[in-house]
């Protein structure tokens, strides 16, 4: 048996008093303990890792990663497109990675591209319809910005796929060492498998997607203090606790296009 103490934010307390009631089975019409400062959960923890509460929150606090997509037409059956991402001031975690998808509507096959990130590094899926901006780990509190400007050719200009747009998963798919990890991460999530057409995805309008991971942080700053972390019976036990924040869809729609609300 465990008996830890969690302390969240006001904003974060409502929602893990709701999850205390429930992991406590309290009846309706008994009212949880007071926990705006506080809280203290007993439970039977499993073998290994396991996760203490889920929760919702509301809360003003700015997200951990902010970005401006802007996609132009520069010549016919070519696009120039910048993508600006700035980390937040309040983030102090370390990016385990981090994926811009960049799909494409309604143009047919990407056939080449010009130009470079200044992090990371840009490959393409199997479909020839979306490039993936592996921005890798560089976002920290050093390198709060990082940007990607592109031109992108389409094969209805009469250009063959370029090869090295080709080798990025090609190697993926072979599982190559040197692949772009972005593209692998991608392929193996059936959720960044995008539709070959969109019908609102027409003219300007189209979106970036964001997929990271921050490794020693939470949005709500909940945490379990180890200092007040019991074990019975007593005996020699080592507890950690770990916060992390996952962010698998994040839509960025183009300024000079069209938006619409996700599901």
Not at 22 to 43: E, G, M, N
Not at 207 to 236: E, F, M, N, W
Not at 244 to 249: D, F, K, T
Not at 255 to 262: L, V
Request: aromatic share 8%; proline share 6%.
């Amino acid at each position: 048996v465990c008996v830890s103490s969690v302390t969240p934010t006001p904003d974060a307390a409502t929602y893990v008093g709701a999850y205390e009631r429930r992991l406590l089975a309290l009846p309706a019409d008994v009212a949880p303990p007071d926990i705006s400062t506080s809280c203290r959960v007993v439970f039977t923890p499993p073998l290994g890792q396991f996760a203490l509460a889920q929760y919702a929150y509301s809360s003003a606090r700015p997200a951990p990663l902010s970005a401006v997509y802007q996609l132009r037409e520069s010549t016919p059956g070519s696009l120039r497109l910048l993508l600006q991402l700035r980390l937040a001031e309040h983030v102090r975690g370390q990016f385990e990675y981090c994926d811009v998808d960049l799909p494409f509507y309604n143009r047919g096959d990407i056939a080449d591209v010009s130009g470079a990130p200044t992090v990371g590094s840009v490959g393409m899926l199997p479909s020839h319809r979306t490039l993936v901006w592996d921005v890798g780990t560089r976002l920290t509190s050093r390198q709060r910005d990082a940007a990607l400007s592109l031109t992108v050719h389409f094969a209805s200009t009469g250009r063959a796929t370029s090869a090295l747009l080709r080798r990025s998963y090609v190697g993926a798919e072979a599982g190559a060492s040197h692949a772009n990890a972005a593209v692998v991460r991608a392929l193996a999530s059936p959720s960044r498998r995008y539709p070959a057409h969109d019908a609102f995805c027409a003219g300007l309008t189209c979106y970036a997607r964001l997929h990271y991971k921050i490794a020693g942080y939470s949005q709500s700053s909940l945490t379990v203090d180890l200092a007040h972390c019991t074990v019975y019976p007593t005996q020699t036990a080592q507890s950690d606790v770990k916060r992390q924040l996952e962010a698998r869809c994040c839509i960025v729609w183009n300024s000079g296009g069209a938006s619409r609300g996700i599901d």
